[in-house]
């Protein structure tokens, strides 16, 4: 049996998608932690297919980088 790495990680949700993940991780009686890492595997393929910021003009991320929306 391996032993698996657990770091510690801290993670920062909007509001009203953290009571997303809160209501699916009750209705499948599973921790945030595991939803999460399962949203991941099953994203990460069409996330990884996203340009870098780098590659991509600065206005193609604009509307839809939603960092620091919420903070005054």
């Known amino acids: 049996m391996s032993k698996s790495d657990k770091r510690k990680q801290s993670l920062y949700f909007p509001d009203s ?3 997303e993940i809160q209501a699916e991780a009750n209705r499948q009686d ?4 595991w939803i999460v890492q399962k949203a991941w595997q099953l994203a990460r393929t069409d996330i990884a297919r996203y340009p870098s ?3 991509a003009s600065p206005d ?3 509307a839809d980088d939603e960092r620091g929306a919420d903070e005054d």
């Open 53 to 55: 910021v780098n590659d």
């Open 30 to 33: 599973r921790s945030l932690s």
């Open 17 to 19: 998608m953290l009571r």
């Open 60 to 62: 193609e991320f604009e």
